[in-house]
């Protein structure tokens, strides 16, 4: 009952963080590798001559507990892409929502796109631990620049995001918290994975 609860806290949350959507194109001249990308070609004395960019390179302390460094790296790579698409999404909602004057018209489009995120992600979310939940919900106010809380009060009114909040908090999760790599030892763990992801490295 109390994974069922979290479970739809986390659902929530994904849901009010999207919308319909598609990844930005690559340019079509961008060829990427692992740890860079390629970048064009020279002809030098006949020779034809590739230029890459090369990822940073990017040098951290070893964490004192590896295998609890390799749970953490699994769970941010697990759930790290659904936090790029809530950012996505949350964009294209905003755009959206700025369009459509009509108060009715607006909650009809949330509660649409609500249905059918449900409808989406319910079989994901379903299949992730406590664990992955938490940063998840780190990772969606990373890439969006809200809190949980914030993202359920605008769509749902302060009542409905204190109650999720309070279920939230049975699970040692609190909505309300910024994602802080800079004064949380956690976070900061999390964005050294992420950058690393980002580089190509992990």
Known sequence: MRQACFRRVILLIAVLSATIGSALAQRPEDYRFRGGRYTGYEILDGDTVITVQINPLYVYTPPRNMKQYQRLVRNVKKVYPYAQE???YMRQLDTKLDSIKSPLKRERFV???EREIVRKYTPILEQM???QGKIL???IDRETARTPYQILRQFRGRLTAGFYNAIAKIF???LHQHYDPVH???DAQIERIVTLIEAGLL
């Open 86 to 88: 809530a950012r996505m």
């Open 111 to 113: 509660a649409s796109m």
């Open 129 to 131: 631990t406590f664990t």
């Open 137 to 139: 919900i780190k990772l």
């Open 172 to 174: 040692k999760a609190d």
């Open 184 to 186: 949380n030892e956690e």
